[in-house]
């Protein structure tokens, strides 16, 4: 695919912390740059086969928004970390650095990428040459908690959520349409 890109410069964007909002405020800036017709590419590291709402909203951008999960349907839990897991993870890591580099989207977001460093399911050697990699014209934006000190040192922007208060620890259940 070659396209029209409508950025002339792209910098790289980290979104991490133990707070809610990570794949949130990602979303969010997806949402803005379809409002300027931007193409984007998310790649959601860790998250398969599990219904989200954005995927629903993904579809009604079809000509300009691909969200895809890579990753099984149960949750991955540090420490208990498989090596189906680090197979997917990896064989994602090489398509995103395809993604990546094609030069084809004007934003490219890869939600959890840094659970799947701290999880040790993919090589944060091979993650940092995907950033230098970037086309000067390709926004990259890398969610997820416990990022890699060399990962905040690539970036333009990191954006650190941090947890104050929040309803789950008072029993309050995730509800479809808010946390999925």
Not at 104 to 111: F, G, I, S
Not at 125 to 141: A, C, G, M, Q
């Given at each position: ?23 949130t405020?990602?979303?969010g ?9 931007l193409?984007?590419h998310?790649m959601q ?10 995927l629903?909203s993904?579809?009604m ?5 691909t ?18 897991d680090?197979?997917?993870a990896?064989?994602?890591?090489v398509?995103a ?6 030069g ?8 959890e ?9 993919v ?20 969610t ?8 905040v040192?690539?970036a ?12 789950f620890?008072?029993g ?6 808010i946390?999925s």
């Open positions: 695919m070659t396209t029209q890109h409508k950025l002339t410069k792209g910098l790289f964007q980290v979104y991490t912390g133990n707070g809610k909002g990570k794949t405020a990602s979303l800036l997806v949402f803005r740059a379809l409002g300027h017709g193409r984007i998310v590291f860790m998250k398969g086969q599990t219904v989200y709402g954005e629903e993904a579809k951008f079809a000509d300009k928004l969200i895809e999960q890579v990753g099984s349907a149960r949750f991955v839990k540090a420490g208990k970390q498989t090596s189906t680090r197979e997917m990896q064989t994602a890591l398509r650095h395809a993604l990546v580099s094609s084809d989207y004007d934003l490219v977001v890869l939600d990428l840094n659970c799947a460093v701290d999880f040790d399911l090589a944060l050697d091979d993650v940092k040459e995907l950033i230098r990699s970037k086309p000067e014209h390709t926004e990259l934006v890398i997820g908690r416990n990022v890699h000190p060399d990962i040192e690539l333009d922007l990191v954006t650190e959520m941090r947890e104050i208060k929040h309803y620890n008072a309050q259940a995730a509800r479809v349409g946390e």
